[in-house]
């Protein structure tokens, strides 16, 4: 309908209730942005959001701020932070989203040897670990690059074929941050190797999982591959991580980002068993189970067995059961030929709303 928005609405299409969404309106100063401000509305989407009992959402604009609307849509709080990708509950209160923070020249070499600034680039891009508060607070702020170093990985992130010579430059940024998870403490137990609290990483740059502790700010577990730009893992009751593997390169994308329409049509649903590394293709690239997403993609593991995909290029989020039917879709058409993408998808039962009546004033 021409805007970015969420909506809620059950699986017969029907539209229980909707978020307008617009960075100009939310944001008036984006001066905390410097010059990576959207420079229209249509300049930044909405990537992460999670929809509370009282029916208020949080979500990010893409790079460029954290919002709270309550149920009716009326702003609760804004962040000015370049928050991005997802955004998860906290078990102690709050959310777990990823952030970034600006480096400007001297910054990087300063803090993450040997790598330097992009020849003429005005900043670097740290990505962070942000805790926010309930009321829309920043109440710590990890650097993911700095915990690679702190926990002796250097060397992985120094794996880069690149040759480091003193005139080199690197790109905007180290790693590319896309999920956090916690480890909740209901299933603990079947993470030995890990603590209820201890948080689930994805680094697209690196092809990599890993885990690290809010304690210490030590990585207790790490694994590259064999997936490839993976996104969205997430801890499984059975001591497994499932993830969605893109599992192609963004050689694959056309002009502006375009995928392919003939494919071909790689990305697929995985899990991992951090004890052994085990990996094995739970869902797509299979015959009839075609999906593609070059860049972003979701997945949630249902507790009927299945996934709800959202496979962003494609603008469809869809559900399977427990033996791989696809048994609900839904897609964003734009018109007969072009589909508007879809960043998340979320399931939640009834029984998870404390909202009596979702009928809202007209604005």
Not at 18 to 32: K, V
Not at 100 to 121: S, W, Y
Not at 198 to 207: A, C, F, G, I, K
Not at 236 to 246: P, V
């Amino acid at each position: 309908d021409g805007q970015n928005g969420i909506r809620l609405m059950r699986r017969d299409g029907t539209v229980v209730a909707a978020w307008t969404l617009q960075f100009s309106r939310d944001f008036p100063d984006t001066a905390y942005l410097e010059d990576r401000a959207p420079q229209t509305d249509w300049n930044v989407d909405l990537h992460g959001f999670v929809v509370n009992p009282d029916g208020s959402v949080v979500v990010n604009y893409e790079y460029a701020g954290l919002i709270k609307l309550d149920r009716c849509g009326r702003t609760e709080w804004t962040l000015q932070h370049a928050t991005h990708h997802s955004v998860e509950k906290a078990e102690g209160g709050g959310y777990w989203v990823p952030g970034l923070r600006l480096l400007h020249p001297g910054r990087m070499e300063d803090e993450f040897p040997p790598f330097t600034q992009m020849k003429n680039a005005s900043y670097f891009l740290d990505n962070l670990i942000l805790r926010v508060t309930e009321d829309g607070k920043i109440a710590e702020a990890r650097s993911v690059p700095r915990i690679l170093y702190d926990s002796g990985m250097e060397p992985i992130l120094t794996a880069t074929g690149m040759s480091f010579f003193a005139d080199g430059r690197w790109n905007d940024e180290i790693v590319h941050l896309n999920k956090i998870t916690e480890l909740p403490a209901a299933l603990a137990a079947a993470f030995p190797e890990f603590a209820a609290g201890d948080l689930l990483l994805s680094l697209r740059e690196q092809n990599m999982l890993l885990v690290v502790s809010p304690q210490d700010w030590r990585v207790r577990w790490y694994q590259v591959g064999p997936w490839r730009r993976q996104h969205d893992p997430e801890f499984m009751a059975d001591g497994s991580i499932t993830l969605f593997n893109n599992n192609a390169y963004r050689t694959l994308l056309g002009p502006r980002d375009v995928s392919p329409v003939d494919g071909p049509f790689v990305s697929e649903i995985g899990r991992v068993d951090p004890g052994t590394g085990a990996y094995e293709r739970l869902w797509g690239n299979r015959d009839g189970e075609a999906m593609l997403s070059v860049i972003r993609g979701k997945q949630e593991p249902l507790a009927t067995g299945g996934f709800l995909v959202t496979e962003f290029e494609a603008g469809r989020a869809f559900e399977t059961d427990a033996d791989g039917n696809i048994v609900w879709e839904y897609i964003n058409r734009y018109d007969a030929t072009r589909v508007a993408e879809i960043t998340e998808a979320r399931s939640y039962p009834a029984s998870y709303f404390t909202v009596p009546d979702w009928t809202c004033p007209a604005p």
